[in-house]
């Protein structure tokens, strides 16, 4: 009898002692200090509206791994069709410098290039941290399509904007 309940004694070991390192290897590596700032100017300068799926309809609640992937919701007025990229996967083909430098480029609207400019170089380099982080995934977002193409459903229309006005 000894020798049966040391053997499940041992075979209940191994198989919690494999439980727990399969759950440790499931968990994701800890972020640097540099990925956490990051994670945070995501959240408070709202680029997951955009660039979520399905973030702003539901009130932020979307699993951290679908962050930053992209949507296929298109944003079309007098500039064309835009849609929100896929950063985690621009951000995985570049360079720090090189996502430093995209972001200070103009980008087509919606986009509010003009807010990502005033960003310093360590909150730009600090996202490009959080998206190296998260890693690729998802699929690259639709191409851009110019004002004489009509985009698929769905797409959000803007206005043309007031005779008078710039743009």
């Excluded at 660039?51 to 951290?64: N, P, R, S």
Aim: net charge neutral.
């Amino acid at each position: 009898m000894r020798s049966v309940t040391a053997t499940l004694a041992a075979q209940a070991a191994g198989l919690i002692f494999a439980c727990a390192a399969a759950t440790a290897a499931e968990q994701p590596a800890p972020a640097s200090t540099e990925a956490a700032r990051g994670r945070y100017l995501v959240q408070i300068a709202g680029c997951n509206d955009c660039h979520t799926e399905g973030y702003a309809l539901a009130h932020g609640d979307v699993e951290e791994s679908k962050w930053l992937t992209g949507d296929a919701l298109g944003w079309r007025g007098p500039w064309g069709t835009t849609y929100a990229a896929n950063l985690r996967l621009s951000a995985a083909d570049k360079s720090a410098d090189e996502f430093v430098a995209l972001s200070r480029s103009p980008l087509r609207p919606p986009m509010p290039f003009f807010n990502l400019r005033r960003m310093s170089d360590a909150d730009v380099k600090a996202i490009y941290a959080y998206l190296r982080h998260l890693g690729p995934a998802g699929k690259p977002a639709p191409e851009y399509l110019p004002p004489d193409k009509a985009p698929a459903d769905p797409f959000v229309q803007f206005p043309a904007p007031p005779p008078g006005s710039q743009h």
